[in-house]
C-alpha cells in the first residue's frame, strides 16, 4: 500500500497510526502542501484523489480519499487490532467522537481555509490565528463534556484499547498545540493524548518523524 | 425514537431521510436554532448533546450526535434497506463521498460560521455570500469528478439504490439552491439528486414538509 501523505496533515496522521497499530507496512508518498504551489493540486494527484486533499490510500486498484472512510477500510479488511468497538452503540459513540473532530472542528482550520481568510478575505493575522482558536476551543470542550461525563470513557476514548475516536483526537491536539492553544479546561483530553503517544504505533505516526519532516 | 430536529438543518435532513428509507417511525422535537439565541445553546439540549448541534436522535436511554454516526447506527440495527453496499471498496467509496460533503464541504457553510464571520469577523455580506458559494463549488465540483468518472456510479451515487452518499447529496444540494449557486457544471449531481428527490422517503424529508416548518 501507498499512502499519499503530508507530515503535517492531521488527516494523514489519523491513517498512519490505523496502519501502525495494524501492523500494516506502507509506503509514504509526500504531496507537499505548501511546495509549488501546492502539490495536491497537481492534475496528476487530482486524478488519483478529486478533491485534491490528502491523504489518498492506494492499495493495488483502489484509490482511497477521506481518512475516516480509509481507517473503516483497513479496519473492514484487516480485523485485527479493531478499531471500533462490537456493539452498535459503542460503535456509533466512537464514530461520533471521531465525527466531532473530523466534521466540526478539523474542517474550520485547513490550510485552505487559513489561505482563504489570509489571501480571499485579507483578514488581518491577529483574526486569522483568533478563528483558528475559537474553533479549537468550541470544539475541544464540547468533545471534553462528552467524554468527561462519560462512564464508557477509560484509558483511551471509549475503553481500555485505542479506537478511531483516539486517532482523531491526537492529530487534533498535535495541532492545537502548534498553535498554541490554551489545554488547561480539557484534563480529560490531555490525559488520553498522553496515554496514546505512549504507544509506539501512535508514536511513529507523529509528523517529525515522518521521511518528508522538515 | 425522537430527533431532534431543525426543518433547515441538512444533517437533520440526512437523518430525516435514513428513518423514512428504512421505515421507522419517529417524533420530531423541534430545536429552533434561531430563536431564543439559538435553542441548540440550551443547557438542557447540550446536556443531551454537547456539541450543541442538531441533530440528535434519542432512543431509550440512547442520545447520539453526528448524523453519520445516527446513520451507520440505524444501517447496523435495522438492516432492511441498507445504505452501505456490502463490499469493502464499495462502503468506502460510498463513506468517502458522504465525508467529502460532511467533513470538506458542509461545515464550513454551516450557520455558526456564517454568524462568525458576520458577527466576530465583521464580514461583509457580499464577502460572506463570496465564502459561502466559494466552498460550495469547490466541494460539488470535485464530487462531480469523483461521480462522473466512475464505473460505479448509476442512478443513485453508488449503483441502483441509495446509498449513505445519497443521503448527503440531496440537503447539500437543497443548500446550494437555497443561495442561488450555479449548478450548471454538475450535471451528474443534479441527475442523481432529482432521482433521488422522486422517492417518497426523500419527498417526505424535505425542510418544508417538516412540522416546524416556517
Redesign the interface.
Known sequence: MQLYSYFRSSAAYRVRIALNLKGLPYETVPVHLLKDGGQQLAPAY?ELN????VPTLVNGD?A???S???I??LD??HPQAPLLPSD??G???V??IA??I???L???NNLR?LK?LKH??K?EEE?KN??YR?WVRVGLD??E??LA?SPQTGRFCHGDAPTLADLCLVPQLYNARRFDCDLSGVPTLVRIDEACRALPAFDAAAPEKQPDAQ
Open positions: 487530482r478529486p478533491s485534491a486533499l483502489l482511497l480519499g477521506q475516516l472512510a480509509i473503516e477500510y473492514e479488511t452498535p452503540a460503535r456509533a459513540r464514530r461520533a465525527q466531532s473530523a466534521c466540526d478539523h474542517p474550520l481555509v482563504y480571499e478575505m483578514v483574526a483568533a478563528w475559537h464540547s468533545l463534556a462528552m461525563n
